[in-house]
């Protein structure tokens, strides 16, 4: 059974830092495109990064700049690093992994992010 476990959620003040990490495990984690999803009170889940299984990369253009994704196949996380953080920010991140061909779509339980001072 495929799992996907995210951790690193806090809270922070304004213009902080976090590095939020989610590990993959029951699959072939370098088959799967990765993204992080946040979902804030009375909002929609929106996609804040996605990395493809090669790396390539996208962002949401509130946060282009300020996070960055990346992945370890090595060690099936994937990870995003949010630097200068801001109110709007806070919500609950998701972690994802889809591997379209297969069907495949997995979703991690959500790690709250709170920004605020």
């Known amino acids: 059974q495929v799992q996907l476990v995210e951790s690193g959620g806090c809270w922070v003040q304004p213009g902080g830092s976090l590095r939020l990490s989610c590990v993959v495990s029951g699959s072939i984690f370098c088959i799967y495109a990765m993204a992080w999803y946040r979902q804030a009170p009375g909002k929609q889940r929106e996609l804040v990064a996605a990395i493809a299984s090669l790396g390539g990369t996208n962002y949401a253009s509130s946060v282009k700049g300020r996070f960055t994704i990346s992945r370890d196949n090595a060690k099936s996380t994937v990870y995003l690093q949010m630097n200068s953080l801001k109110p709007e920010d806070t919500a609950v991140y998701y972690c994802?992994?889809?591997?379209?061909?297969?069907?495949?779509?997995?979703w991690g339980q959500g790690t709250q992010v709170t920004v605020s001072s």
């Open positions: 994802n992994a889809n591997y379209a061909i297969g069907g495949y779509d997995y």
